[in-house]
């Protein structure tokens, strides 16, 4: 199942993105530390880097991302050049707290009175954008919510007099080249419901959460996972917690949907959905069959 997800309030942002890019000195990109790459906007790059722009990259709800993976998100961000990453929780003021400085560490031109450092908060829709900029001026001053897409016009504030936060909207991209990308953004809850069905994403993330984090599985629910797909493990979680419809059949929609609560909420535990080696596979293999696709011989009708 192909997702795209592009409401038209997302075109006038990438527009005055651009326009904001120019004055900016540093990119704070939040990413979802689960999807860090399916979840990064190559049109935040494309802008960053024809602006020149250094990118601070927070791998943000660290809490609900499986450690070890997330380290090496961590390795390989830091090994590119004009980025450091770091992962925090924009929930935390401690963490927070160290954002400022990291900038100041990109952009060590600016940061005085007379030459204030401009830093602009860029990201995928319910990553934590709106968090974090709270957080940062210690106020509500961006509507936080856990839907996709709260955020709908561009901010400046001055966070002291030689630092500016420049909160965005959250920019998706017109087209998502890879299905799983799509696929695991709106299990992460990146997307809105009325571009998915529920059910096929819960069988996508039935099947990769099957194939890494079996055990999770099993402890949350209690029953045996061995021989399950994504389907039958949605019809075995209906069976287990006794969802039905009125006719009797099992209610597989809610059992999806407890599913896909589950594993955003972090009641499964701590998981994420890709990997870099993952990602480079799944990468090889697209461009194979790109390759594969490009070079095969037109079908003559005779």
């Known amino acids: 199942m192909a997702i795209q997800w592009f409401p038209g309030h997302m075109v006038a942002a990438r527009k005055k993105a651009t326009e904001t890019m120019e004055r900016a000195d540093v990119v704070i990109e939040v990413l979802d530390a689960r999807v860090p790459e399916a ?11 024809h602006r020149q722009r250094p990118c601070l990259k927070i791998l943000n709800k660290t809490d609900l991302a499986d450690p070890v993976v997330t380290k090496a998100w961590l390795d390989y961000y830091n090994s590119q050049k004009g980025v450091k990453a770091v992962a925090l929780s924009c929930k935390k003021p401690g ?3 160290k954002v400022p400085g990291l900038c ?4 060590p031109h600016r940061g005085t009175p007379l030459k204030a450092l401009r830093m602009m908060i860029m990201g995928i829709p319910n990553v934590g954008k709106s968090t974090l900029m709270n957080a940062l001026l210690k106020r509500r001053v961006a509507n936080v919510g856990d839907e996709p897409a ?4 561009q901010q ?7 630092m500016t936060l420049i909160d965005t909207p959250g920019m998706m991209w017109p087209k998502i080249e890879h299905d799983s990308d ?13 571009a998915v069905i529920d059910e096929e994403v819960a069988t ?26 994504g389907a039958s493990l949605i019809e075995a979680i209906a069976k287990r917690r006794g969802y039905r419809l009125k006719g009797g059949d099992y209610d597989l929609e809610k059992a999806a949907l407890t599913l896909l609560q589950d594993y955003r909420d972090g009641t499964l535990g701590r998981i994420s959905l890709e990997t870099p080696e993952t990602r480079e ?11 594969e696709a490009e070079t095969a011989e037109p079908q003559v009708n005779e």
């Open 281 to 291: 596979e799944m990468l090889k293999q697209s461009n194979l069959t790109k390759a």
């Open 150 to 153: 709260v955020t709908k016009s």
């Open 95 to 97: 963490d927070v707290a």
């Open 104 to 107: 100041l560490q990109l952009a």
């Open 156 to 162: 400046s504030l001055a966070l002291n007099d030689h």
């Open 39 to 49: 979840g990064s906007n190559p049109m935040i790059k494309e802008l960053r880097v």
């Open 204 to 229: 996508f993330l039935g099947d990769l959460l099957l194939e890494r984090y079996p055990a999770l599985i099993a402890a949350r629910y209690k029953f045996d996972v061995t021989g399950l797909d």
């Open 182 to 194: 799509g696929l695991m953004l709106a299990a992460s809850h990146a997307i809105g419901r009325n």
